[in-house]
């Protein structure tokens, strides 16, 4: 008999199979459940390596198909839910804002109606958790000496991406409110690690440098993202799910403010040889996003004081363990690259 039932939306992609990986293999009396429709950014090879444990289970479906989602409820007595499952390259979402909609607002209300119907159902809200993953792009953007964002901070979303991910938050806190479900809420900053899809700037910057291309940097270079290694999110999640206080939100940042240019370059610096690092040969500076916000930064002082966590990676140590990984896995990204126009 499992003591958790979880439910991992969108554990097929990134930060959920790493997520994944962490909680069944840290929880064997956890039964977590992996639920993904594979779009092209949900890999079931992400998660290969756990599907002969015996606390993990997969299914195969879409957020937005409430039938299939009240049938894996009922099949494994979910009383706990980890959301993921988003549409989130913010590129995809100028071009074509639909899909956005679609899967993070109504896909959020299916994931949390469905919940509260099983969960009402089944004896109530006691033992039972939603956690909701987020973004810190919700806040807006900030200029160069603004102070980080904290869970205080006004919404100011700038892109149908950033849009959608509030429009969810929002739906999340209202259930909270409204029905009293016991609901608690992170907002991270930009994530890095291994098996990430090469549409996102780090590993489309490694897989670049593989194929001998350069690299498209948007406008100057400029713009700053706070970076935290996946593991480190992984770790603060599960501080959240266990211990967060019910309604609560939790920013989750990686003390790590850099600008594009410099991430690209730290890159170069760990694939290129000296003799060989002319920066300018491998950069291409392109047109500059619409919309581009010129700064993000987290201030989780809330996260380190009230649950103990901090990130244990620095960005050499987590970005030395991220190229290591795409140089040992050039099928891998060879094979997702198939899939980044679909």
Not at 81 to 89: D, R
Not at 214 to 239: F, S
Request: with cysteine; hydrophobic share 30%.
């Amino acid at each position: 008999m499992f003591e958790k039932k979880i439910l991992v939306t969108g554990g097929c992609g990134f930060i959920g199979s790493h997520l994944l990986r962490h909680l069944v293999n840290k929880y064997p009396g956890y039964l977590i459940v992996n639920f993904d429709a594979l779009t092209y950014a949900g890999n079931p090879d992400n998660v290969k390596d756990l599907e002969d444990k015996q606390n993990y289970a997969f299914e195969k479906g879409d957020i937005c198909q409430p039938e299939t989602l009240k049938a894996v409820f009922k099949r494994y007595h979910i009383n706990t839910v980890i959301h993921l499952a988003a549409e989130s390259h913010v590129d995809r979402s100028i071009g074509n804002s639909y899909p956005f909609v679609k899967t993070n607002i109504e896909g959020t209300w299916n994931v949390l109606e469905t919940a509260r119907d099983y969960w009402e159902e089944t004896g109530g809200f006691e033992g039972k958790r939603f956690h909701h993953v987020s973004t810190d792009e919700v806040y807006g953007a900030l200029g160069p000496d603004d102070p980080p964002f904290t869970e205080e901070t006004r919404y100011d979303p700038h892109s149908p991406y950033s849009a959608s991910k509030a429009s969810s938050d929002h739906l999340v806190r209202a259930y909270g409110d409204t029905y009293g479900m016991p609901v608690t809420i992170s907002n991270c900053s930009n994530n890095y690690g291994p098996n990430q899809h090469p549409e996102k700037l780090i590993p489309k910057t490694i897989s670049r440098l593989l194929a001998g291309n350069k690299v498209p940097v948007y406008g100057t270079g400029q713009n700053v993202r706070d970076w935290l290694y996946v593991e480190d999110h992984c770790n603060a999640i599960d501080l959240i799910l266990h211990n967060g206080k019910i309604g609560e939100t939790y920013n989750i940042g990686g003390h790590c403010e850099l600008s594009n240019l410099e991430v690209v370059k730290a890159i170069i610096d760990a694939m290129i040889p000296p003799a060989e690092r002319d920066y300018s040969g491998y950069i291409d500076f392109v047109e500059d996003r619409k919309g581009h916000d010129f700064r993000y930064a987290i201030d989780s002082t809330k996260l380190e004081r009230e649950l103990g966590w901090e990130p244990e990676h620095t960005f050499n140590e987590g970005m030395e363990k991220t190229v290591r990984w795409y140089l040992e896995n050039r099928e891998w990204v060879v094979n997702a690259l198939k899939t980044e126009k679909s």
